[in-house]
């Protein structure tokens, strides 16, 4: 896939399977029309967002190399982005969330290579390169924030989902697209729309990735800074809408001091928001994190964590305190007085100490799945793993030796011990055995003819996670997304539009100045007469000349387009304005 793109010495850290979701920005696509809509929003953007976003935003856009005028190209930005430790890569629109985060844990950002519609302007539910590249990238020019997204994401890949949240996932990405679509027809927007609310209204007891979302949708996207008084602006969301950036300092946006609570407060991607977070610092940011961090099975492990595995019905890893770790598809846990005794996975599992496969211990070994009992032995306090070699000596644990060991809980497994295996600590983590039956109570949990039996070895679960814990132990390039994004012919009228845009950019440019601009404006009224935002353009071009009566005739067809299409007038005017500030500045 890389191959296809300019790499460089952070893009190469990535794994395999992050790499399945990177797709050529293919910037020859962006029309002169796209490149419009950048610079109207940039231009807007920048002059409203000099007095209410946090300082860094205005300084990163300098560090970034993100120009006002040009839509970056992915090739320039990863050259000035690898200055402060970044990248970036262009994909297809929303991608899986643990996905997202994890190209977050190794510093890249992911852009979503397509644009707003000129019709959206303002807003799109859809992710796209103004939100990303003029929202996200100038952002992580702050140390402090850029050290934030970076452990965001390393926590956040490792939040176990439910089985509920990759169908809303297929659900928002495939609303986003449709509203973003120009073809897309109000009875199926309204129909998506239907799916994704009645999804998020039986979602049941939301899944650590759904808290952890929350967060990122809180500070990342839709963050302030400051005092409730007083907020600054650095949430990409914000920075990169021209509506919702004036809507969001108003006193109709309640502002909340931003704290672990906001794990419980969803969003609606597709409206404005009606309270936000406000941060005192991006310090605080971090503190908040790992709060969160704290109440999750990647730190707490247990039963809570097994089940959250369960749930999940997706590839995970539980560690056990001697550093095993078990990766697969859990399907089964037996408790007693709260706690774990004995684990089942389903289907290939893969064993790993410290993210690295044991030899002899992949899915080819471990096809049907695995099962171990957890915890110590009944009657005896020392648990196996704390056992010198005098001490397994003393308990029949060794070498060629028939064996019934009995776990507390109930748990019996007897065998002719093969072999073990031991950690760097000396510790032993996992015990073979040949015509090996395990039981509980009656239940026979595996017999003699199902082959060699391997037995983890830990009085507990210290941690479980989604994802696997050797990413090499399982094939993860499975991303088949239900929908992508729509590309729809250019009728021959688009076509001829975007001809005359492409004259103007020239011209502002300096490529053509021979380009009749009245002929260009002639041809607009009668072909594109409800087309707002070239209008702009030429004004600002013939304002610039002091060409008062090329001036006056595009402000009389402004004039008319805001009588017939209204809901545009506000744009129109405000595109009016900042050609008329920046004069002044000159």
Known sequence: MLTSIESNPILNRLPKHLLQFIKPQNYANYSAIDQAVWRYVMRKNVDFLKKVAHKSYIEGLKLTGISIDSIPNMYGMNRILKKIGWAAVAVDGFIPPNAFMEFQAYNV????????????????????????????????????????????????????????????????????IIKEAPNSNET????????????????????E????????????????????????????????????????MTDAVKKLPYTIEAIYKDFDITKPQPQLFVTPNFAHLSLVLETFANTMALRKG?????????????????ELSTGLQISGVFS??????????????????????????????????????????IGKLKGINLAIEDMSPRDLSAYNIFEENTVTLEFEGGITV????????????????????????????????FKPEWGIYDMAVGKNIVSAFSGPADLNSFNLITHMP???????????????????????????????????????????IESHPTDWLLPVELYELAFAGNEAKLCEAILNHLETIKQNKPEV????????GIVKKEAIRQ
């Open 569 to 576: 007038g506000r744009l129109i005017d405000d595109g009016l």
């Open 109 to 176: 950002l992911v852009i979503a290579s397509d644009i707003r519609q000129l019709e959206h302007i303002e807003y799109t539910p859809a992710p796209d390169i103004i939100h990303e590249g003029a929202g996200h990238a100038p952002i992580i020019a702050n140390p402090e924030y850029a050290e934030y997204l970076r452990r965001f994401g390393e926590i956040g890949c490792k939040a176990i989902s439910s089985a509920k949240d990759y169908e809303l996932y297929e659900a928002v990405r495939h609303l986003s």
């Open 332 to 373: 089964h846990v037996i408790e007693d007085s709260g706690n774990p005794i004995y684990i089942q996975s389903t289907g290939e599992t893969a064993l790993s100490y410290r993210e690295k496969e044991l030899v002899g211990h992949g899915i080819n070994t471990h096809k049907k799945g695995f099962g171990s009992p």
């Open 209 to 248: 990735m759904a808290l952890i979302r929350n967060l990122h949708w809180w500070t990342v996207e839709y963050g302030l800074i400051g005092t409730l008084e007083n907020p600054k602006i650095y949430g990409a969301g914000l920075l990169s809408s021209i509506g919702e950036s004036a809507w969001c």
């Open 188 to 207: 199926g927007i309204a129909s998506a729309e239907k799916k994704v609310e009645d999804l998020q209204n039986n979602m049941g007891e939301p899944s």
């Open 302 to 318: 247990g039963l809570s964590g097994v089940t959250k595995l369960i749930q999940s019905k997706a590839l995970g890893t539980i």
């Open 482 to 524: 239900s929908s992508k994004t729509i590309h729809v012919e250019k009728s021959n009228k688009q076509i001829k539009l975007e001809a005359l845009y492409q004259q103007v950019r020239d011209y502002r440019e300096g490529k053509n100045k021979t380009i009749s601009r009245t002929k260009v404006l002639e041809a607009l």
């Open 414 to 445: 007897s065998g002719d011990i093969i072999t073990g295996k031991r950690n760097l600590q000396g510790k032993i983590i996992l015990i073979s055995f040949n015509n090996c039956t395990v039981k509980h109570g009656d239940t026979v949990l």
